[in-house]
């Protein structure tokens, strides 16, 4: 099996949503399941591979090449799928996941969570998409997605498209389970 995770390589954000990455990051190694991301060497992205391959589990990092040629590669990400462009990396990250988990994260993180929706909502991702809520970072995107569904912006139920969990047990559960 195979996470897409996707996370904020951003520095400087609290404890709390590094600790829920390396726990996810540890999970899903100890259970078998290879990450696939976005081969960042900063931030929540970082913390999520060096848990992975701390115990010895596997990392497929996919990456536009101006962002290696920037020094943004992970350092330990051997062989990353390298593309021409940020299209063909959330492309490449979604068709070879068997689910994906967001965590918090910025506009970055944002976008591709939102983008995985949209194509679950048209039918072109049929895995499961899990909202990682850690201390309730996503709270307010979730009052605003409730209230698309109230009032009928969203053509399916949004149970159908993902689902929330608050801690890394949790949304590997929820794949897991289905």
Known sequence: ????????????????YFEAAKDLGERMAALGIACINGA??????????????????????II??????RGWLHPDIHDPAVTPDMHTRKRLMAQQ?????ALPGGIGTLEELMEI?????????????IILNTAGFYDLLLAVLQKMDAEH??????????????????????ILDR
């Open 40 to 61: 960042g060497n900063n931030g929540l992205m970082a913390a999520v591979t060096d848990a992975v391959l701390g115990k010895g589990g596997k990392v497929y990092g």
């Open 153 to 174: 912006f969203l053509p399916h139920k949004t149970a159908d498209m993902w689902a929330v969990a608050n801690t890394p047990e949790e949304a590997l559960r929820l």
């Open 64 to 69: 536009p090449q101006f962002m290696i040629d």
């Open 97 to 101: 996941s068997d689910a994906c988990i």
């Open 117 to 129: 929706i949209t194509w679950k909502q048209l039918g072109l991702y049929v895995n499961p998409v």
């Open 1 to 16: 099996m195979t996470i897409t995770v996707y996370a904020s390589s951003s520095q400087g954000i609290a404890p709390v």
